[in-house]
């Protein structure tokens, strides 16, 4: 099944929204969200028509955001995804939140379980990772 963000794009709605989803994991559902952990159309786009410059704001983004998911208390990797803005990069890595917020949502169905980057690429100049939880 899938769903729409919500239109405020609230960060903390959205983990709230994941734990609402959390018990389907139990009943053996796979809960998958998706998105880019890099999404500056502008910087990709220029490097797709041949700028091919390295996009070292997206090592920082990256991560922060490794760091973060990783983390073993929850509580500690809510709080810093809500306040993703503040992130180093944040902004130029997601000019707007859209394709972040998937992984809010994942966050909260996640509950304790400590996240496990699975991939990591570097997509057009920007490095680019995946996540699992549990």
């Known amino acids: 099944m899938q769903v729409s963000l ?48 390295a996009v070292p704001e997206s090592e920082l983004f990256d991560g922060w955001l490794t760091n973060v998911l990783t983390a073993r208390a929850p509580d500690d990797r809510e709080t810093a995804l809500v306040e993703w803005q503040t992130a180093p990069a944040a902004r130029i890595a997601h000019p707007r939140e859209e394709h972040l917020l998937p992984l809010h949502v994942v966050v909260g169905a996640a509950g304790s379980d400590a996240g496990r980057r699975t991939l990591k690429d570097t997509v057009l100049g920007a490095a680019e990772s995946a996540f699992q939880f549990g």
């Open 6 to 53: 919500r239109a405020d794009l609230d960060p903390a709605a959205h983990i709230a929204f994941g734990e609402v989803l959390q018990p389907l994991r139990d009943e053996g559902i796979l809960i998958m969200g998706s998105g880019m952990t890099y999404h500056n159309m502008q910087t990709l786009l220029a490097n797709i028509h041949g700028a091919n410059r």
